[in-house]
């Protein structure tokens, strides 16, 4: 039988019940035994113990005392051993929790029973599932983040190179000044980019009432000439909506979506933008079809449809994953899925003020 925390505290409780009682009858057996044990020490044939016994005899009255205090002492001790007997499979449980690290994440502890301690071992299963999730995400985050820095400064330095080379003419020199910009572009953008996400990921700092189809409105108006060059007609649906979060992560969570919209847009097609109550924020394009098993990945930091790294105008492949972090930071879901005719649909869940 298996000697579970439940049954511990059980059989420790009642051995107390049954034990409480007994306490009385002990210390008086114990003060009875030591006032007879004393009566048959004074009756010893000893020179000068009777005068002993005789000094000893008038504070006698502190046997029962003494008794009960021993008593209860060992009460306590018994208690103790026994709280701590009772506790051990928890303290059996802190080894192995003491020992997890980033060296061993995948270590679980896998308990077997449907007790208390049971449950507890698999929340903490569960846990470092999760804390496993995100340390591996973290170490794949960085992986493509460096990834992503040294492509374009690999080519920077290829075109370094090629210009210290050799004579370069006027128009060449022009060529290779234009594409070292076009590169150095690309890198502000990808650390703008990193930067937005880290700040999303650390939350509000502050939440104050805000209308989003009045932010959407302004945020539209500064798309309108990239539109019109993509050759992208924008839609719009804006119904008063009072959202709870913070101004300037809000515009970027719709210029992200509004941006990506226009980006992954064909010529002649079409951006609508809705608000409305459910959901708060719908952003829907007619880009080229979406496979729907490819959506989800979409949402993770430099995933991106073509696996062309430095294809779609120098896109870095982090705006679906600001998108998503703004809007959990505001207690809300993003969800995306492919759009009737092409494109991608991005709807956006937000809590309803108070």
Not at 42 to 71: E, K, S
């Amino acid at each position: 039988m298996t000697w579970t925390p439940r049954r511990r505290v059980l059989l420790v409780g009642l051995l107390a019940l049954l034990a409480g009682p007994l306490l009385p009858a002990v210390g008086k057996w114990l003060s009875g035994v030591t006032w007879t044990w004393g009566q048959q020490f004074c009756d010893v044939p000893v020179p000068g113990l009777y005068t002993v016994c005789g000094n000893v005899r008038p504070g006698a009255f502190v046997l029962p005392l003494a008794a009960v205090v021993a008593v209860t002492l060992a009460a306590l001790v018994a208690l103790w051993f026994g709280a701590v007997w009772c506790l051990r499979p928890v303290r059996d449980l802190a080894g192995p929790i003491g020992h997890l690290g980033p060296q061993n994440l995948g270590h679980r502890i896998r308990p077997r029973g449907r007790d208390e301690l049971a449950r507890l071992s698999r929340a903490i299963d569960e846990m470092m599932e999760r804390v496993s999730a995100g340390y591996e995400g973290q170490r794949r985050f960085a992986a493509n983040a460096s990834h992503e820095l040294r492509t374009p400064l690999a080519v920077q330095r290829t075109l370094i190179e090629v210009g210290m080379a050799r004579a370069l003419s006027g128009e060449q020199l022009e060529l290779l000044t234009s594409q070292l910009l076009e590169t150095n572009e690309r890198n502000e953008r990808l650390i703008e980019g990193l930067l937005a996400l880290s700040e999303s990921d650390q939350g509000l700092r502050s939440r104050i009432p805000q209308r989003l189809d009045t932010i959407v409105e302004a945020v539209l108006a500064g798309y309108q000439d990239r539109a019109r060059e993509a050759g992208v007609t924008i839609d719009t649906h804006l119904v008063p909506r009072v959202v709870v979060g913070e101004r300037l992560l809000l515009e970027r969570l719709v210029s992200n979506l509004v941006e990506n919209g226009i980006k992954y847009n064909r010529r002649g097609g079409s951006l609508t933008v809705a608000v409305s109550g459910a959901p708060a924020l719908s952003v829907v394009n007619t880009g080229q079809p979406v496979p729907a098993e490819a959506v989800a990945g979409l949402f993770e930091p430099f995933r991106r449809l073509a696996r062309d790294r430095t294809s779609h105008g120098g896109g870095a492949g982090l705006g679906l994953a600001i998108a998503r972090s703004i809007t959990q930071a505001h207690d809300g879901i993003i969800a995306a899925r492919p759009a009737e005719h092409g494109g991608l649909r991005v709807d956006v869940q937000l809590p309803n003020t108070i």
